[in-house]
Every structure is written in structure tokens, then in C-alpha cells.
DNA sequence: GATAATAGTTCAATAATCCCGAACTATTAA
DNA sequence: TTAATAGTTCGGGATTATTGAACTATTATC
């Protein structure tokens, strides 16, 4: 099984950052896991419909980001906000677009 | 010649915003019009080495995202950041993007 | 005025991305 | 062992991005 690589948030840069957010099925999750603190993959989707492929491919991006962790307990995926690390990346920009999500 | 519509900014989507900002080339034009108030097209462009047609489409995107309205002068399309606007619609959104983008 | 130059748009074709079904892997449950 | 669960990976079709070429409208020059 996949033990995922997560970059260092100095390496990440504002482009993906933003890129990664700019998705209302990825930043949905992101507003989830910033409430809810872990979450299995499935748990984390925005709604039942959305395919599992798609879903793992979201998280990837989002790894990528530098704004997921994800690891492994059982089968399971658990996935958790880097939020400390992501906000002295990025000074206020979650807050700023976590705040100005659509209800 | 083309008379620019611009759209209504609580038409405009957060995704289309951060996607919109999410490409280095589109954020120093913006980063460009914060900082110089009115650019021509190509004026705003971030580098010469860009074409023509990419420049007008990043510029077309920005449009669309509410960021910046063109008008003519001239034989020159002047572009403006609608700043007021678009800080209106998003709280403290381009002021966080804009303070994170490298130098 | 005609001609050329300028500033940018639009079009069409190629390149790069995204989405999702199908097949696969690893772990737990029966 | 067999089945079920949780998710990944792969591949191809659909979408989106990039860019050269042709075009339009405006100004400058002769």
C-alpha cells in the first residue's frame, strides 16, 4: 500500500496553493477536514455522488499542496489539515478563502 | 472592435476567482494593476517573452473573474484592477494572495 | 485620403489536464 | 479461504490551455 510523500510547505508554491483550492469539491473537503480534524478519504468527500477515483486524485492534489496529511491506520486512509504548517507557509490565505466559501 | 462585458462580482464564484489567481503569469499582471492602477494589454503583460494571444486570454480569464475591467482607448485596451469590487465581493482574499506571491 | 504601423482579438490546431470506469492492492471481517 | 472494504492506479475520452496565423479597428505617415 501507498505511503504517500508530502512535501515541505517551503517547497510548495502559491500557484498550486491556490490551484488546489480553486475547486469547490476539493475546497469543500478542506473547510471539512478544518472542523472535523481526521477523516477517512470517504468521509471526507463533499457528497456521495462523486466517483472514487476522482476523490483519490482531489486528495492527491491536495497532498501536493501541502494542505493534507494522509496516513494509514488499517485500511483506512486518514487524512488531516496541515494547517499549522500551510498558514506560516501562507499567512492568512486559508483563513481568507475558508471565510469566503459559499454556505 | 470588442466592447468588453464585465460581470456582475456577486455573479462571480470563489472558484473562478482562485482559479483566476492561480497561475504566476495571471497574478503579476494583478500584482502589476494593484501597484500601477492602469496597464495597457501589453503593459500589463508580466514578460515580453508571453505572446499575444495567451496575454489576451489570461486577460480574458481575469476578466471573467472580476478582476480587472478593459476598456478602449485609443487603439489600447487599458486595464484596471477592479479592487473596490472584488474586495467587496471577497473579503481579504486578494490582499492574502497578493502578500504571499514570491518576489 | 491611401498605406503602413500598432494593439489587440479570434480562430483552429496541438498540447496539457481532468474526470471517471475498470482493474488492482492491501487490510479486515466472516 | 473467501468476501468485503477502502482506497490507488491506469487508460482513454472530454475538457481546457497555449500559441501561430489571420483578422479588425484605430492611429500615424506620406
Given amino acids: 500500500m501507498p505511503r504517500f510523500t508530502h512535501p515541505r510547505l517551503e517547497d510548495v508554491p502559491l500557484d498550486l496553493a491556490l490551484h488546489a483550492l480553486a475547486d469547490p469539491n476539493r475546497l469543500a473537503m478542506v473547510a471539512r477536514l478544518a472542523a ?5 478519504c470517504a468521509h471526507a468527500a463533499p457528497c456521495e455522488s462523486i466517483p472514487k477515483s476522482t476523490l483519490s486524485n482531489h486528495l492527491k492534489l491536495l497532498r501536493a499542496a501541502g494542505l493534507i496529511e494522509t496516513t494509514q491506520a488499517g485500511r483506512e486512509m486518514i487524512n488531516t489539515l ?12 486559508l483563513d481568507a ?4 466559501r459559499p454556505a
Same sequence: chains 1, 2.
Fill in 36 to 40: 472535523t480534524e481526521r477523516l477517512s
Fill in 82 to 93: 496541515r494547517r499549522a504548517e500551510f498558514d506560516q507557509r501562507f499567512p492568512g490565505l
Fill in 97 to 100: 478563502v475558508l471565510a469566503n
